[in-house]
């Protein structure tokens, strides 16, 4: 019987598989981008509503009241509840990145002195930065999100083999001057090969029921894949874990020019506020009003734009949220732009989709932000726009 060479065969069979394997990856992504942006809005819209009225009952209770405790629990607890709602969006690509010129080795450190107050007396933590390691290209609150949930999870597997361990972060250059390398890696348990496999997949995880998510690590993978970097994983049984990561490094120098501090507080400007979620305007309302503001809300963005209409210089600037029943606010943006075309408006939402943001900017809304967001940073946002230049009415 004569021999057939079948390499080729058996090579495209294993690139069918792999193309297969990727497809399937992709489909599951989409499908808890969905999921993610159909629970988002309401969700965020919950959490923006507990914020802001814990900002109002943290300044009436006095320090010393037994209550404070309790708040601050709820505080901690709001913070955690938004923290997960941002790594959900980050792998459903919803989450946009705010991406400029960063040097990492600030960022390394402020998380190596994180995971020291927050790790176990039994995880020695190293860290070793090369002088003189290019900047990159990077939205840096996500870069220490990355950091963040590596390095958690590494003392995690390390504190459950109940013996001590060394979590070390590195960060030097690969290459001349065309990656950066930010290392994570521990002395844990190690992983076999099937769940190196798995590893990066959403809601993956060997840890037990309430231990853990399961997104920590798709979040990672999602947010490197998305900054043109690419992330690995170097394991085996007993000998520890390495993530390399590895980001292009940016051809750009960095502004050395301090920016100006800003603004938090108002000056008596009017502000038209309009969000279907009547307890989340009460609480916007009175703590904008605290700052300085005056606040002129609406939970129906008809009668905001009848408002509006009949009136449009009683207003300085306009927030309005996105997804309204019966008026989306998009279209409510381009109404009050046709009154006024130099409409300084603000849009904000529990779920900002790319293609939303684009469509916001082409309208000539001035800001589009993620809820929930604390009344100082709203109002910060609120100065940014009315410093910004008018535009001549009719443009």
Known sequence: MPLRDITERHAAEKERCTT?????????????????GGIAHDFNNILAAIGGNLELAIREVPASS??????????QASARAKALTRQILAFSR???????????A?????????????ASSAVAIEVRVDPGVSQVLADAAQIHQVLVNLCTNACQTMEETQRPGTLSIELHQRGP???????VRDTGAGMDAATKLRLFEPFFTTKPAGKGTGIGLAVVHEIV?????SVDVESEPGRGSTFPILLPAASEAIDAEDLPERVTVGGGENVLLIDDEPSLVRAIARNLTHLGYRVTCFADPHAALSAYRADPDRFALIVTDYQMPGLQGLTLARELLSIRSDARIVLHSGFLRPEVVSEAAALGIRRTIAKPLSTRELSAVIQEVLREPALPVGV
């Open 106 to 118: 600030p960022i390394v450190a402020e998380v190596a002195r994180f995971m020291r107050a927050a």
């Open 177 to 183: 001057g065309q990656k950066v390398a930010l290392v």
């Open 66 to 75: 037994p209550a404070r405790e309790c708040l601050d629990e709820i505080r």
């Open 225 to 229: 894949r998305r900054h043109d970097g």
């Open 20 to 36: 297969e394997l990727r497809l399937q990856r992709a489909q599951k992504l989409e499908a808890i981008g969905a999921l993610a």
């Open 94 to 104: 919803v989450e946009p990145a705010r991406r400029r010129v960063v040097l990492l």
